[in-house]
């Protein structure tokens, strides 16, 4: 499945945020990405936020080595995701009619926190957390932590320029991209 790697690399930012791997802002992640792995191995591999998104070469390679690949895009899947995944049950040999809850979303983004200690508060470990764990349901849990968490956390857009600069970053790569996957993807650099 392939996302506009513009809205790829900021969403794995927030995911990435939301714990204590990343402590930077986007922007400034994005200027510091090169060797910053190397830098600090505790880091996930998610905080190379432009170079997941170098889809061409990863794609290309796919398609050499494997006579069999579906390719996905991610806004298809978004708005239809019924047809898409009849499509891949398809290409997999699967019974088209075998049913399947798609309404359940999974791992929602868009979100950031707006006090770096209390979130430090809510994503460390502590005792605390483990006596609360074992008397509590997660479903109460789940209820007392989004009333708690609520004010300190926020939606958050990417700026305007972050997303111009990316835009012209990925440029190529999405052309080279479209043409290898024969799909018209122009609508990933506006």
């Given at each position: 499945?392939?996302?506009?790697?513009i809205?790829?690399?900021?969403?794995a930012?927030?995911?990435?945020?939301?714990?204590?791997k990343?402590?930077?802002?986007?922007?400034?992640?994005?200027?510091?990405?090169?060797?910053?792995?190397?830098?600090d191995?505790?880091?996930?591999?998610?905080?190379?936020y432009k170079e997941?998104?170098?889809?061409?070469?990863?794609?290309?390679?796919?398609?050499?080595?494997?006579k069999d690949?579906h390719?996905?895009?991610h806004?298809?899947?978004?708005?239809?995701?019924?047809?898409v995944?009849?499509?891949v049950?398809?290409?997999l040999?699967?019974d088209k009619n075998e049913k399947i809850?798609?309404?359940?979303?999974?791992?929602?983004?868009?979100?950031?926190w707006?006090n770096?200690?209390?979130?430090?508060?809510?994503?460390?470990?502590?005792?605390?957390?483990?006596v609360?764990?074992?008397?509590?349901?997660?479903?109460?849990?789940?209820?007392i932590?989004?009333?708690l968490?609520?004010?300190f956390?926020?939606k958050?857009?990417?700026?305007?320029?972050?997303?111009k600069?990316?835009i012209i970053?990925?440029?190529?790569?999405?052309?080279k991209?479209?043409?290898?996957i024969?799909k018209?993807?122009?609508?990933?650099t506006?």
């Amino acid at each position: 499945m392939l996302r506009n790697p513009i809205d790829r690399a900021y969403s794995a930012f927030q995911h990435v945020s939301r714990g204590l791997k990343e402590q930077q802002t986007f922007e400034y992640s994005l200027q510091i990405e090169k060797g910053r792995l190397e830098q600090d191995r505790n880091l996930t591999p998610m905080v190379m936020y432009k170079e997941m998104g170098m889809y061409y070469n990863m794609v290309k390679a796919y398609l050499d080595s494997f006579k069999d690949v579906h390719i996905i895009l991610h806004e298809d899947f978004s708005f239809s995701t019924s047809k898409v995944v009849k499509e891949v049950f398809q290409f997999l040999g699967v019974d088209k009619n075998e049913k399947i809850n798609s309404d359940i979303r999974y791992n929602v983004g868009g979100k950031s926190w707006s006090n770096n200690t209390l979130k430090k508060v809510f994503v460390t470990e502590s005792k605390l957390k483990s006596v609360v764990k074992k008397i509590a349901p997660e479903k109460a849990r789940k209820t007392i932590r989004d009333i708690l968490t609520r004010p300190f956390i926020t939606k958050a857009p990417m700026k305007k320029k972050t997303r111009k600069d990316l835009i012209i970053y990925f440029r190529e790569d999405i052309k080279k991209l479209a043409t290898l996957i024969n799909k018209d993807l122009t609508n990933w650099t506006k």
